[in-house]
């Protein structure tokens, strides 16, 4: 099983450089990281987790910018995003980035992209709340146009783009209908999230890691149904805190690579934490 890690990287925290480099140095496959643009102060809308909203939410580094200083010092280490809030974002310079980052790193980049909890954060980057899935859809289907190898057009409710030249081309070769990065849907459980998945990526990236023993079935279910091919489904539980149980039990469901959560912290305490995780290794 590969282990990698995820961290609230701030303008507190142990640098991305730092990080990067004893990661690959010890052995961990990857380093993913999530994104938040700003967090409005006038906030109604509840932390997911409960309690207040910790600290580091309101400080994270832009992950693309912090994602390319890890590939320039590392040579093997994955690099990812958990998640890309996707809704925030043009589309087309976002297909940019991607593809320079992805190209530059030489294929190691996965999208991890969600739908977000914030609706304030997302209000103010204009998204409409309730149609905020089928606006990520229409944007990794515009995206992957963009990526496809002679110019595509794509023409959805909520994006469109004209056949284009887009250069440099992500590294990955097409599975079928997916074109581009590695990609992976955030989110929780449920038909349409699973039918999302099933169009348009490659797995699923369940944050937690909770209650997979009954959920993977369904999605595999619906996988097999878009006409996918079974073996090519990747589920990768994300933010884990590990046990030794816990990596053992994905191991049994058929899971090949697990994200766990470091603190955001400084580099005393994280690289005391890789110590710590070092034994799953």
């Given at each position: 099983m590969r282990i990698a890690v995820t961290i609230f990287l701030t303008d507190e925290t142990i640098a991305p450089v730092r990080l990067a480099r004893e990661l690959e140095h010890r052995g961990y496959a990857g380093l993913y990281l999530p994104e938040h643009t700003h967090i409005p102060v006038e906030r109604t809308t509840p932390y997911p987790a409960g309690g207040d909203l910790p600290r580091e939410y309101t400080r994270t580094l832009d992950p693309f910018v912090a994602l390319g200083q890890a590939a320039a010092v590392t040579e093997r280490l994955g690099l990812g995003t958990g998640i890309t809030l996707l809704a925030q974002h043009d589309p087309i310079a976002l297909a940019k980035q991607i593809a320079t980052l992805d190209h530059l790193s030489g294929g190691r980049f996965t999208l991890g992209l969600g739908y977000g909890?914030?609706?304030?954060?997302?209000?103010?980057?204009?998204?409409?709340?309730?149609?905020?899935?089928?606006?990520?859809?229409?944007?990794?289907?515009?995206?992957?146009?963009?990526?496809?190898?002679?110019?595509?057009?794509?023409?959805?409710?909520?994006?469109?783009?004209?056949?284009?030249?887009?250069?440099?081309?992500?590294?990955?070769?097409?599975?079928?209908?997916?074109?581009?990065?590695?990609?992976?849907?955030?989110?929780?459980?449920?038909?349409?999230?699973?039918?999302?998945i099933a169009e348009y990526a490659d797995g699923w990236l369940p944050i937690g890691g909770r209650g997979l023993t009954g959920s993977l079935p369904v999605l595999r279910s619906v996988w097999a149904e878009a006409g996918r091919d079974p073996a090519t489904l990747q589920v990768v539980p994300y933010a884990v805190q590990p046990t030794p149980g816990k990596l053992a039990h994905y191991a049994d469901l058929g899971i090949e690579e697990v994200v766990l959560q470091l603190p955001p912290a400084g580099e005393a305490e994280v690289l005391g934490v890789l110590d710590e995780y070092g034994s799953f290794l």
């Open positions: 909890w914030n609706v304030e954060e997302a209000a103010d980057h204009g998204v409409q709340w309730r149609t905020r899935r089928e606006l990520v859809r229409d944007r990794v289907r515009l995206m992957q146009a963009l990526w496809s190898e002679e110019p595509t057009s794509y023409d959805g409710e909520f994006a469109a783009v004209r056949a284009s030249h887009a250069h440099p081309k992500p590294v990955g070769k097409p599975r079928g209908r997916v074109v581009g990065p590695r990609t992976l849907v955030g989110g929780a459980a449920g038909p349409k999230l699973f039918a999302h």
